[in-house]
């Protein structure tokens, strides 16, 4: 697959699950995804919480999902890997939304998975890291996902922890996600009144 990422490998596929691997001379990234999976996650960026964050959204979202990387790049490869595991996005429900509380923080998500990148993120951190991951690599992180998704994403959230706030916003796009990818029994084409996706 080529794209605005470089050179995307898919190892393997079976319906829903994909296999997929980039290399760069910066970087190496192996990651599988099964959209139909239970929540299972093995997470390794060598960075403790944005491993915890992407466990959150699959965790709620009944993603499986292993990666095995370096921080960089994870979401571009991420969101491909959902393209590609969604296919030609026929008889899905294309639209989420999801509202997450986590202690004094809330965050909402609201996704259309129907191949339109877009991203527009409202998380008002108030500092610069949560353990070893900035925060300011959050919004870059989802934006990344989306463009390479070929989703829109609105997500929002208010809280005095970040660390909370994150976690809410990771765990409402999760859930949003899982909503906009699941089979809908009447539906046979794609979600879209022009007969075709955009």
């Known amino acids: 697959m080529s794209s605005p990422l470089g050179s995307l490998v898919v190892d393997s596929r079976d319906g829903r699950r994909v296999t997929v691997s980039r290399t760069t001379r910066e970087t190496t990234i192996s990651m599988s995804l099964d959209l139909d999976g239970s929540g299972l996650a093995t997470i390794e960026t060598g960075v403790g919480f944005y491993d915890h964050l992407l466990g959150s959204l699959a965790h709620h979202g009944l993603f499986d999902l292993e990666i095995h990387a370096s921080v960089e790049d994870v979401a571009l490869v991420l969101g491909a890997a959902f393209a590609e595991a969604l296919g030609d ?51 870059h992180v989802l934006e990344a996902f989306a463009r390479s998704a070929d989703a829109t994403l609105h997500l929002s959230g208010t809280g005095r922890n970040d660390h909370h706030l994150a976690e809410a916003a990771f765990k409402a796009l999760g859930r949003a996600l899982r909503v906009a990818c699941e089979p809908d029994p009447r539906r046979t084409g794609v979600a879209s009144t022009k007969g075709s996706l955009g």
Do not use: K, T
Not at 91 to 114: H, Y
Not at 116 to 122: E, F, K, Q, S, T
Not at 125 to 139: A, D, H, I, K, Y
């Open 89 to 139: 996005r026929a008889g899905i429900g294309r639209f989420g939304e999801a509202r997450v509380p986590m202690d004094e923080a809330v965050a909402s998500a609201v996704v259309d998975i129907g191949g339109r990148p877009y991203a527009v993120i409202d998380l008002p951190f108030r500092g610069e890291r949560v353990g070893e991951l900035p925060l300011q690599l959050v919004e």
